[in-house]
């Protein structure tokens, strides 16, 4: 079946660690996102990449990195400078073109 | 910049009707409707593009004005399927999505029987 697969579902991690989520696409799904989502906020949009080893800042890329080495995968990365990384992470892809986003199930990420 | 969504949350009797609206201070090219249940993935319902036309399948349908820079979202005679929280994402330049949406915070909709 095709879909948007991300792991882990939860994760947890010290302070000061960087940890990175996985997000991988089988859609053929050009473009991909990341957004974080905070109780209350709504999705805010940390990066996104329409094409392979191309990706721009969203609204609040600061503390986070990805890399878009291939077309099916969009790994994130949380750095130790995300000064509060608890949140939900959801990864999408789009063929574009005023269609709809797929997302996939999302990664709990705590830091303990 | 943020949509605005109202109400932030609303009750209703299964069978009964309801309107949220995204309303945002800037022009709007395109808004992007989703629904999301507790815990998992947003699921699309529907896209509004500037200038084109109320869309809707079933018992949910849309609206997008221009000159109001909003849209709104109306379900009719409510299922207990409908319970979640509904995004509105918004494009203020045409790109077909491709550079992401801004979405607002979210209406929680709870069906009763």
């Known amino acids: 079946d095709g879909g948007i697969t991300q792991s882990p579902k939860y994760l947890f991690r010290k302070e000061g660690q960087n940890v990175t989520l996985s997000c991988e696409q089988n859609?053929?799904?050009?473009?991909m996102y990341w957004y974080r989502q905070d109780p209350g906020q709504g999705l805010r949009l940390i990066y996104y990449s329409q094409i392979v080893n191309d990706f721009q800042k969203g609204d609040i890329a600061e503390g986070y990195s990805v890399s878009r080495e291939k077309k099916e995968s969009f790994p994130l990365t949380v750095t130790s400078a995300q000064k509060n990384p608890t949140a939900f992470y959801l990864c999408?892809?789009?063929?574009?073109?005023?269609?709809?986003?797929?997302f996939g199930q999302g990664t709990r990420l705590t830091v303990v | 910049q943020q949509p605005v969504q109202s109400p932030q949350a609303v009750i209703l009797r299964e069978g009964e009707d309801a309107v949220i609206n995204c309303s945002s201070s800037k022009a709007l090219y395109s808004v992007h409707w989703y629904r999301q249940k507790h815990g998992e993935a947003p699921v699309f319902l529907m896209i509004l593009l500037k200038g084109g036309e109320q869309k809707g399948h079933d018992k949910i349908s849309a609206s997008f004005n221009e000159k109001k820079q909003q849209s709104s979202l109306y379900l009719t005679a409510s299922q207990l399927s409908y319970s979640g929280t509904y995004f509105c994402g918004t494009e203020e330049r045409p790109g077909g999505g491709a550079d992401g949406l801004t979405f607002g915070k979210g209406t929680h909709l709870i069906i009763q029987p």
């Open positions: 859609l053929n799904h050009d473009a």
């Open positions: 999408a892809s789009s063929p574009g073109g005023y269609t709809e986003a797929f």
